[in-house]
């Protein structure tokens, strides 16, 4: 199986590599090469930066299409990460630029309280008790915990997806399923056994 | 109070390819292995790790990135890397070497300029602020740099410009006159840098017991705490031992027991 890591420059692909390296997974490709995801098993998307530089990355790579077309006509699997699991939405209030476009909806900031610090940085938990997730599994005998960091947060429409969510000063979506997509707003590259777990059950898939 | 959740974080102080612990930033004494010292926190579930390498070729020359990267590949938390940066694109290969945050600290102070090109691409949450604070003999806060040698700012005022400027994720305030002595956390400093400071800020220096911990997360707004000592030393002499506070207590500090 082979496993792609898509750079697009930015971000921590280096800690993807860690943690599936550590898992066993021996063939793993770090790229931004347009062949290489197009003959991809898994893809991954991982992603810490600004919206509007990665979706100009995606097209100054030249990556936009083969990613679309591999994952929505050959339906394989494709773990979009925090920035990466906003960039498979359409629009950001991040900037400017169109997302993957893979799932319907947009990306919002949060609406700053009082007593609340941003970025949303540190543990938090999914409420798991909202619907079926393949990337939590069935047997919760354990609290999932993630680590987060992040600003903004994706914003799902239309009925078919699947939408978890987590709270922090308001509820927002954290993990998001449609078909072979799958997005989640934490890392679990560094959410210690909880994000292995995760990790495994996704390339599983 | 802040509602993030509380992060509690070992510091690891690193000098030429080992752990040392100092106290007040003198005195360093050897801990360990930062390999084995870093799995066994992994083992012990930490929040987020904070590795600073202070050894004087770093600081001269830059990070020692086969080394970063040997330490980020065991690193299954967020890690945190200071010692040496001056260039976006040292950041530019930390990052990519598996390195979450970076922290910068002499660099504040000298040509700081590269940190709006991080922020502009990297975001600002990759970027951590690092303060070593001081307590002059008048009893004043003064900000040092270069490990504690040089008074590069009196009063902690000048922090706020500075994070308006550059708009940095988090910062890392460490209490020199604190650090190292297992006699608690400078309340006092922690009250005054969060209250005019809309960020994620870790204080660090002086815990020594649970108790510590939870008055600071009780009385001020700190959301996150730094631990050399205390998880790395144990007893009146200050042993090599590696060690982490268990679950129940990041529960209840939490409100979740």
Same mark, same amino acid.
């Given at each position: 199986?082979?496993?792609?890591? $898509?750079?697009?420059?930015?971000?921590?692909?280096?800690?993807?590599?860690?943690?599936?390296?550590?898992?066993?997974?021996?063939?793993?490709?770090?790229?931004?090469?347009?062949?290489?995801?197009?003959?991809?098993?898994?893809?991954?998307?991982?992603? $810490?930066?600004?919206?509007?530089?990665?979706?100009?990355?995606?097209?100054?790579?030249?990556?936009?299409?083969?990613?679309?077309?591999?994952?929505?006509?050959?339906?394989?699997?494709?773990?979009?990460?925090?920035?990466?699991?906003?960039?498979?939405?359409?629009?950001?209030?991040?900037?400017?630029?169109?997302?993957?476009?893979?799932?319907?909806?947009?990306?919002?900031?949060?609406?700053?309280?009082?007593?609340?610090? @941003?970025?949303?940085?540190?543990?938090?938990?999914?409420?798991?008790?909202?619907?079926?997730?393949?990337?939590?599994?069935?047997?919760?005998?354990?609290?999932?915990?993630?680590?987060?960091?992040?600003?903004?947060?994706?914003?799902?429409?239309?009925?078919?997806?699947?939408?978890? @969510?987590?709270? @922090?000063?308001?509820?927002?979506?954290?993990?998001?399923?449609?078909?072979?997509? @799958?997005?989640?707003?934490?890392?679990?590259?560094?959410?210690?056994?909880?994000?292995?777990?995760?990790?495994?059950?996704?390339?599983?898939? | 109070?802040?509602?993030?959740?509380?992060?509690?974080?070992?510091?690891?102080?690193?000098?030429?390819?080992?752990?040392?612990?100092?106290?007040?930033?003198?005195?360093?004494?050897?801990?360990?292995?930062?390999?084995?010292?870093?799995?066994?926190?992994?083992?012990?579930?930490?929040?987020?790790?904070?590795?600073?390498?202070?050894?004087?070729?770093?600081?001269?020359?830059?990070?020692?990135?086969?080394?970063?990267?040997?330490?980020?590949?065991?690193?299954?938390?967020?890690?945190?890397?200071?010692?040496?940066?001056?260039?976006?694109?040292?950041?530019?290969?930390?990052?990519?070497?598996?390195?979450?945050?970076?922290?910068?600290?002499?660099?504040?102070?000298?040509?700081?300029?590269?940190?709006?090109?991080?922020?502009?691409?990297?975001?600002?949450?990759?970027?951590? +602020?690092?303060?070593?604070?001081?307590?002059?003999?008048?009893?004043?806060?003064?900000?040092?740099?270069?490990?504690?040698?040089?008074?590069?700012?009196?009063?902690?005022?000048?922090?706020?410009?500075?994070?308006?400027? +550059?708009?940095?994720?988090?910062?890392?305030?460490?209490?020199?006159?604190?650090?190292?002595?297992?006699?608690?956390?400078?309340?006092?400093?922690?009250?005054?840098?969060?209250?005019?400071?809309?960020?994620?800020?870790?204080?660090?220096?002086?815990?020594?017991?649970?108790?510590?911990?939870?008055?600071?997360?009780?009385?001020?707004?700190?959301?996150?705490?730094?631990?050399?000592?205390? +998880?790395?030393?144990?007893?009146?002499?200050?042993?090599?031992?590696?060690?982490?506070?268990?679950?129940?207590?990041?529960?209840?500090?939490?409100?979740?027991?």
């Amino acid at each position: 199986m082979k496993i792609v890591l $898509v750079d697009l420059g930015l971000g921590n692909v280096g800690s993807h590599e860690n943690m599936l390296s550590f898992l066993g997974y021996r063939n793993v490709v770090v790229s931004s090469i347009k062949d290489d995801i197009l003959d991809a098993d898994r893809l991954v998307l991982p992603g $810490v930066g600004h919206w509007t530089k990665a979706c100009e990355q995606l097209d100054e790579l030249d990556l936009r299409k083969a990613i679309v077309h591999r994952v929505t006509r050959d339906k394989v699997p494709i773990l979009g990460i925090c920035l990466g699991m906003q960039l498979l939405f359409e629009s950001s209030e991040e900037g400017t630029g169109r997302g993957l476009a893979l799932i319907r909806g947009s990306v919002k900031r949060f609406t700053e309280k009082k007593d609340y610090v @941003y970025p949303h940085m540190g543990w938090n938990v999914v409420d798991d008790s909202m619907g079926k997730s393949v990337l939590l599994g069935d047997k919760r005998d354990e609290t999932n915990k993630f680590y987060f960091v992040h600003n903004y947060h994706c914003v799902p429409e239309g009925s078919s997806v699947t939408a978890l @969510y987590s709270d @922090y000063s308001e509820r927002f979506c954290s993990i998001v399923e449609e078909e072979n997509i @799958y997005g989640t707003q934490f890392h679990p590259e560094k959410s210690h056994r909880y994000g292995m777990n995760l990790y495994k059950r996704f390339l599983s898939e | 109070v802040s509602k993030l959740r509380k992060r509690i974080i070992p510091v690891l102080l690193i000098k030429d390819f080992g752990v040392y612990k100092p106290t007040q930033f003198k005195n360093d004494k050897y801990i360990g292995d930062p390999l084995n010292t870093i799995r066994l926190y992994n083992t012990m579930e930490v929040d987020e790790l904070v590795v600073l390498d202070v050894s004087h070729d770093v600081a001269m020359n830059g990070p020692n990135f086969p080394f970063v990267k040997e330490l980020a590949s065991q690193c299954f938390m967020p890690l945190t890397y200071g010692g040496g940066i001056k260039t976006f694109e040292q950041a530019a290969k930390l990052f990519k070497l598996g390195v979450e945050k970076i922290s910068i600290n002499s660099a504040i102070w000298n040509d700081i300029d590269f940190v709006h090109e991080i922020i502009s691409i990297y975001g600002s949450q990759s970027v951590v +602020f690092s303060f070593d604070i001081d307590k002059n003999w008048l009893g004043n806060y003064v900000i040092k740099h270069k490990r504690g040698t040089k008074v590069v700012a009196k009063g902690i005022e000048a922090i706020q410009g500075l994070v308006k400027d +550059f708009a940095p994720g988090e910062l890392l305030i460490t209490a020199i006159h604190k650090e190292g002595t297992r006699e608690g956390c400078d309340m006092d400093l922690a009250i005054r840098i969060s209250q005019d400071i809309q960020l994620p800020i870790i204080i660090c220096g002086g815990v020594g017991k649970n108790n510590h911990i939870s008055e600071l997360f009780d009385g001020t707004k700190i959301s996150a705490v730094g631990c050399g000592t205390f +998880f790395c030393t144990t007893g009146p002499y200050k042993a090599p031992l590696i060690s982490y506070i268990d679950t129940d207590f990041i529960k209840r500090i939490n409100n979740e027991l």
